[in-house]
């Protein structure tokens, strides 16, 4: 299990030096730099122009400018933000318990309702409760999430008035300082009334937006997996033996049919991080996607560069977190090595 | 640890709660600021967020382009226009209380000799917290104009400037010439963190700075300070990028006053029983850049062709969809000196042809057209009206292509000159007429300034606006603009477009809310029905 883990561990340091590479250079690749983005219509005289390029160091080499960047992380320096110029880290930091906050409800949701749906419909195969909820997940996986979230707004927002609009919070009635960052939790610790319930109001759209495309897959793969592990001899041999139903499909077929799911799940988490960039946008979420948004538009390399990096590092983690799930659910799969 | 950060948190939480019954009002912002310090920052949505807590020397009148005596009481302008006095109001308070500071001291002298030597002398001690770069500063000439900022008693402030300037009243009504308090920058430098200098402002301002999370919310408290209590009690920015999620805020009433509506909502937002759609011309001009310095635009009769080949009602019928006005100035009606004598341009395509055949342009000459790729408040869709103007152009025998960059790029090239037709424009910073009339200025030797990407240099145009700028008398230099507008017609300095309309939406419940013609945003004499 160790040497499973320092070999995989081994294996995303390439993975690391690449997407600092790629990263580095896709931002510069794009036209514009920091300090003609924010003149505007103002413009710049050429001289002052080389004046800010020099204080910002954008006048160095780019491979310098690449050293620089990599000799800074190696040390744990992730920059400081060309736009606020406070530390990327502590931007990251402040603004990632949003994001996480989010995703971990969005993913919660899917699992909750999509593995149910995927075994209902594998129990039902070709039914109408099987091809309803088949649609539906195909439904769901094409939906634009702009589109979805914008149209949930306006009928259960402001044409109902079930749920907020947008934000964390209703900010008018609850203020208190964030201490773990998660609304949920700060919400209870605030001790405010009704600033819980007013938090988890605020979470249901931004949360069905994000785990709609999720869910549609984990429905879809789960029933999948399923039809294919119900055709086994050895479920066979669990009816005959005369379990109950739903001791067979629960048990012994559900169990071993996760695998592949599980797979998806952690893949999904990627998806949903980069989905996360479209919902916190149009939910005014503060999270960490808004943000990595603003500093495209405003050319911010460092914020870019930091944050595109700590988010890969939470997607490598995922992964890697996954790989070491399937040992506990098949204990078949030895990393022992 | 965790014990005493969730006592912390009771305490915050008891000790606010009494604010939930007092009067708040939500305004649905754009974006994050910079920072809060408005010396640095250019983007409306960073002087947005610093507005509440400062205030300048003098200030425009709500909604108008009028400055007025603000922390100073009254100023004095010599003869020579060389020296200007200024007399600060006394007993101005700073905010107590905002990062563990209180302040000692009123507002003085030196708090105004700090405010503008840190953007002005590079040995300031803070001229180089937080970056440092003082964009509005530079951009309004301040380096070249002043010689000096003394005091000759600590409400008395004397500000020597080496030519008479007389915009230069206008130019500190402008954020950039927001004072801070000398006081709290001694405080922070002392403490080891000058940066929380532009982090957590310290001002004199209609509301005091309470917090600010990120990409989420700034929130601020009344203030009653020299200009007396607000109406509101809670100040709100709930920060909210998407347009279209604003609208449904504001409907929600989860905000009250919105920016920047959704040019689609507009319709909308009109019928909405809840909210009510104001609107005012812009202090804006959008405007065709012909480039003077290349055949054939280098001849003012081809130029004059180009302005009756291109029809501009279909442009205001169709990009601006009657959210603007035809221009004929390159200043807007609301302006002071705009001259209604000016005959514009008709749009005539028969009379162009003759012309352009008549100045030797041969039929089917390639051109460009460059139009920009982002949505300004003088352009609604600069691809749209540069596609019009294409067809316009082949009616008359030109065959022009389209060609656009990256925003900064696009800005770049244009200044460099390398266009021959391109699209942009100009939003007022200050309601001074040589705001705009500068864009079409040459410099000493005749070449034109970084801001005139038509390259077009006339030096008699020249002369008056250096004219205009020494004079104090409101009546000469009105007379002197009109001059000046009429020779920016005859020689098609640019193609005026048009100058558009801002809309901005509140909910029925506020009052007391007035458009600012320089797009900000201020909430001292706001008020809004529980």
């Known amino acids: ?337 | 640890m965790k014990k005493t950060m969730f006592a912390a948190a009771l305490l915050a939480a008891t000790a606010l709660s009494g604010a939930a019954s007092a009067k708040s009002l939500a305004y649905c912002s754009e974006g994050s600021p910079e920072n809060f310090s408005p010396s640095m920052n250019t983007t409306g949505t960073s002087l947005d967020a610093a507005r509440p807590v400062y205030n300048k020397l003098v200030q425009f009148e709500p909604g108008s382009t009028t400055p007025k005596p603000a922390l100073a009481e009254s100023f004095t302008i010599s003869e020579d226009g060389l020296t200007i006095t200024f007399k600060l109001r006394a007993g101005v308070k700073f905010h107590s209380g905002v990062n563990g500071f209180t302040p000692s001291r009123d507002l003085t002298a030196d708090d105004v000799i700090w405010s503008f030597e840190r953007q002005w002398k590079a040995d300031h001690p803070y001229a180089k917290v937080s970056g440092g770069a003082y964009d509005y500063f530079n951009d309004m000439g301040m380096p070249d104009s002043l010689d000096s900022i003394t005091k000759t008693d600590d409400l008395t402030v004397v500000m020597k400037l080496k030519a008479p300037n007389a915009p230069i009243i206008a130019n500190l009504a402008m954020d950039f010439a927001t004072i801070h308090s000398a006081e709290y920058a001694k405080f922070l430098m002392d403490k080891g963190t000058p940066e929380q200098f532009d982090q957590m402002p310290v001002g004199t301002g209609s509301f005091q700075f309470v917090d600010y999370q990120k990409d989420a919310v700034i929130r601020y408290k009344a203030f009653e300070g020299w200009a007396g209590k607000p109406k509101v009690d809670d100040l709100i920015y709930a920060i909210t990028p998407d347009p279209t999620a604003r609208y449904a805020k504001l409907k929600a009433n989860e905000c009250q006053v919105m920016i920047a509506p959704n040019p689609a909502d507009l319709e909308a937002m009109g019928k909405d029983p809840d909210v009510n759609l104001m609107s005012q011309a812009g202090l804006n001009i959008g405007y065709l850049s012909m480039n003077a310095q290349k055949p054939p635009f280098d001849k003012p009769e081809v130029r004059q062709a180009i302005a009756m080949a291109i029809d501009r009602d279909a442009i205001l019928k169709e990009v601006y969809q009657g959210a603007g006005q035809k221009a004929k100035n390159p200043i807007p009606p609301t302006m002071w000196s705009y001259d209604e004598a000016t005959v514009d341009y008709e749009y005539n395509p028969e009379k162009a042809k003759e012309i352009l055949k008549a100045a030797g342009v041969a039929e089917g000459l390639a051109t460009d057209i460059w139009w920009m790729p982002v949505q300004r408040p003088y352009n609604p869709n600069a691809k749209r009206i540069a596609e019009m103007m294409q067809s316009d152009l082949a009616k008359v025998g030109l065959t022009a292509t389209l060609v656009s960059f990256e925003w900064g790029e696009y800005r770049k090239r244009l200044q460099a000159g390398e266009h021959q037709l391109g699209l942009l424009g100009w939003t007022g910073d200050n309601g001074d007429p040589d705001n705009f009339f500068f864009l079409a200025g040459c410099d000493k030797d005749g070449k034109p300034a970084g801001q005139n990407i038509s390259k077009w240099c006339d030096p008699k145009f020249n002369e008056l606006m250096l004219k205009a700028r020494s004079s104090t008398d409101m009546a000469e230099r009105t007379k002197i603009y009109q001059e000046m507008q009429k020779l920016h017609h005859d020689g098609v300095a640019w193609l005026n477009i048009a100058h558009s309309t801002v809309f901005e939406p509140t909910r029925k419940s506020v009052s007391g809310y007035k458009i600012s013609p320089f797009g900000a945003h201020e909430f001292q004499n706001v008020d809004v029905a529980e």
């Open chain 1, 1 to 337: 299990m160790f040497r499973f883990l320092l070999k995989r561990l081994a294996l995303t340091l390439p993975t690391f030096l690449a997407l600092m590479l790629v990263t580095f250079l896709m931002i510069r690749l794009v036209p514009g730099d920091p300090i003609e983005v924010r003149r505007g219509e103002r413009g710049i005289t050429p001289e002052r122009l080389e004046q800010l390029r020099h204080e910002m160091g954008l006048d160095q080499p780019v491979l310098k400018q690449f050293l620089d960047y990599v000799w800074g992380i190696l040390n744990g320096d992730f920059g400081v933000s060309i736009v606020s110029r406070t530390p990327i880290l502590d931007e990251f930091i402040k603004l990632f318990p949003a994001t996480l906050e989010l995703t971990i409800c969005a993913m919660t949701f899917a699992i909750a309702l999509g593995i149910p749906a995927g075994v209902y419909a594998a129990t039902r195969r070709g039914g109408v409760a099987d091809q309803t909820l088949m649609g539906l997940a195909l439904t769901g996986y094409s939906m634009p999430i702009f589109w979805w979230g914008l149209l949930l707004i306006l009928v259960m927002s402001n044409t109902l008035g079930l749920t907020p609009v947008s934000g964390r919070i209703d900010l008018i009635k609850y203020y208190f300082q964030p201490v773990t960052g998660f609304m949920l939790i700060d919400s209870v610790l605030s001790g405010q009334k009704g600033a819980f319930l007013d938090a988890v109001r605020h979470l249901i759209l931004p949360m069905i937006v994000l785990g709609t495309v999720p869910l549609a897959v984990i429905a879809r793969m789960t029933r999948s997996s399923m039809l294919e592990i119900l055709g086994e001899d050895y479920v066979r041999t669990a009816r005959a033996k005369g379990l109950s139903a739903a001791r067979v499909v629960g048990v012994h077929a559900l169990r071993n049919a996760l695998i592949p799911v599980v797979t998806v799940i952690g893949l999904q988490t990627g998806t949903l991080l980069a989905g996360a960039v479209l919902t916190e946008t149009i939910f005014s979420w503060p999270g960490v996607g808004k943000w990595l948004i603003e500093s495209i538009g405003r050319r911010d390399y460092p914020a870019l560069q930091g944050g595109i990096m700590l988010i890969s590092t939470m997607v490598i983690l995922v992964n890697l977190a996954v790989d070491l799930l399937y040992g506990l659910i098949n204990p078949r799969i030895c990393h022992g090595g």
